[in-house]
């Protein structure tokens, strides 16, 4: 049952946030998180995704036949998966070639199928708005911060549409980059140690 507007936003930022609580999510969370850019690249194209598709599947809950109600989630997931890789072309193709074929797998990312399927589909525009924005935003912050963890520690910078934001052999001469980290079992472990601490502050 949904709660207020207010709630339905703010629980995509703790209380379901996606990757740390949910744990939904997970191949673009370790596919993409090697630079703090990608994740938050990957965060906003699935949020927008995720958006888009609440509405429309709120707009359309009481047209579309509950027995093929799935099969009509993918092609409005779909649809906006398309045009989110057409505007990322267009605009951000650089971004667009780092992020290659996680895109167009949003489409089968049991987040935004799981929102259509288990919030959507019951409730109006304006909560479906909420908790899709409130899932997609708590979904950005968590690949960012997980890409910033990993680039931090696996190259020694952190670097933002191509800015460099930080360079730790500037505040520490000897740093050695762990290039562990920036590699596919580093994101594990880069994970588990997110996920150790998540759970920790939940029990506090």
């Known amino acids: 049952m949904a709660k207020s507007v207010t ?61 093929v109600r799935v099969p009509c989630f993918i092609i409005i997931i779909a649809t906006f998966v398309v045009l989110v890789e057409m505007l990322m072309q ?36 304006v909560l479906s708005l909420a908790d899709g924005l409130g899932i997609g935003l708590g979904f950005t912050i968590s690949l960012g911060a997980l890409g910033a963890f990993r680039e931090i520690l696996g190259a020694g910078t952190l670097t933002l549409w191509g800015d460099p934001l930080l360079n730790i052999a500037t505040y520490f001469p000897g740093f050695q980059a762990f290039t562990f980290m920036v590699q596919a079992p580093g994101a594990f472990v880069c994970l588990g140690v997110m996920l150790c601490g998540m759970n920790m502050l939940g029990q506090k």
């Open 7 to 67: 709630h339905e936003f703010f629980k995509g930022f703790w209380e379901e946030i996606a990757p740390f609580r949910l744990v939904l999510g997970l191949c673009p969370v370790l596919g993409v998180t090697t630079k703090m850019q990608f994740g938050l690249g990957m965060g906003l194209a699935t949020t927008f995704v995720l958006v888009c598709s609440n509405l429309l599947v709120s707009s359309l809950r009481k047209v579309i036949p509950p027995k």
């Open 90 to 125: 267009a605009y951000t193709y650089e971004l667009f070639l780092q992020l290659g074929v996680f895109i167009p797998l949003i489409v089968v990312n049991c987040i935004v199928l799981g929102r259509a399927e288990a919030f959507a589909s019951k409730n109006g525009l």
